[in-house]
């Protein structure tokens, strides 16, 4: 074989092969992802993490569901290192309004960091890791129920404080609800503070909770209520 007919051959090999690793790469990221029931959008995940959350995802959407909050499509569930540079730190996850995505930490990530808790001051485990999505979910959904101009910071942690304590797995809820034994419910809405929240977010969370129960059936209509008018502090 001549050297020009040589050097065809070694471009065409050399071509397909780059075609190859460019396909292989491509099908390595599954763009097009989406959970089973609810739609969401989840790429970037492996196969394993991608189940993980959507079973906390889906937790979340149907207890939203069932106290008449649907969920509406669009958002897009993705590792907090693949997100934009401004929201990687020490956060386990993060609701961006604006891009209607939440972006939530790998579990290996936040496992493998030491210096990264829950706000409960425990470490890091694969339930405790899906309350955090389920946590996220609920800033999503209640995001597309608030009444238009309400103040939505501490009414929006209040609900996403019910619902990841409410679809936490049982054995960790008791944990976690054992670790503030004296830590009374709220009382009434005026006590619920935002203040409170930035001091304590886990303490915040167990006296929510414990308010939402001790409200029994009269808590979808709180719910509904802080979407209408949110909370002034």
Not at 199 to 212: D, E, L, N, S, T
Request: aromatic content about 10%; charged content about 20%.
């Amino acid at each position: 074989m001549n050297n020009k007919k040589s050097a065809g051959w070694w471009c065409l090999i050399a071509i397909c092969a780059w075609l190859g690793s460019v396909a292989t790469v491509s099908a390595a990221v599954p763009d097009g992802a989406r959970c089973t029931r609810s739609g969401i959008h989840v790429p970037q995940w492996t196969a394993a993490e991608r189940e993980r959350v959507c079973v906390a995802a889906e937790a979340a959407v149907g207890f939203l569901r069932g106290l008449g909050f649907v969920y509406r499509d669009g958002l897009t569930i993705r590792p907090l290192e693949d997100a934009p540079a401004q929201y990687r730190g020490s956060e386990i996850g993060h609701f961006d309004i604006g891009r209607n995505e939440i972006q939530i930490l790998r579990l290996a990530n936040v496992a493998d960091a030491v210096r990264l808790r829950s706000a409960f001051d425990m470490p890091m485990s694969p339930a405790l890791w899906e309350s955090y999505i389920s946590h996220e979910i609920a800033h999503a959904v209640a995001e597309q129920h608030f009444a238009r101009g309400v103040r939505r910071f501490t009414a929006s942690e209040y609900v996403a404080a019910v619902v990841q304590l409410v679809t936490m797995e049982p054995g960790l809820r008791e944990m976690v609800l054992s670790r503030f034994p004296g830590l009374e419910p709220y009382r009434s809405a005026d006590e619920i503070s935002s203040l409170y929240y930035l001091m304590a977010p886990g303490q915040f969370a167990v006296k929510v909770y414990r308010h939402y129960i001790a409200l029994g059936d009269a808590g979808p209509a709180f719910m509904h209520w802080l979407l209408r008018t949110g909370l002034s502090k």
